[in-house]
């Protein structure tokens, strides 16, 4: 397998929201050739092995105002990197990601990538 990497699609409608994480470099999701899922948000990174993706689903349309930014989910202990409101993948670890933001590890991460489909096909596969 070679590095996989999947970039979040932007709305630029939201830009006053996502800008300020809006980083030089790798900013999405990369599946590296050694196994690890790997999420950049600005300065914030979540990482894990390959072999703890438990399950990977689209999800969306969301509200505007609680999709975008890194943000903690207010029902449970998921996490969002979050760029547009439209359409996101959950993906489910188990074990928990280490905790990003919060007083908790995560056991699930919602990510806004532009390519959805490819990024449930690739975890659902490499799982």
Known sequence: MTNR???????????????????PGSQGVTLTDD????????????????????DAHITGPYRWWTAVGPRLSFVDDG?????????????????????????????????TVADTEGLVAALTGAT
């Open 35 to 54: 196994g690890r899922f790997v999420a950049r948000y600005g300065p914030f990174r979540a990482e894990a092995p390959l072999s703890h993706v438990r």
């Open 79 to 111: 996490l969002t990197f979050g760029t547009n409101a439209d359409a996101g993948v959950c993906v489910h670890f188990d074990p928990r990601i280490h905790r990003v933001i919060g007083l908790k590890d995560h056991s699930a991460l919602t990510v």
């Open 5 to 23: 990497h999947f970039p979040y699609r932007y709305d630029p409608r939201l830009a006053p929201l996502w800008l300020p994480f809006r980083w």
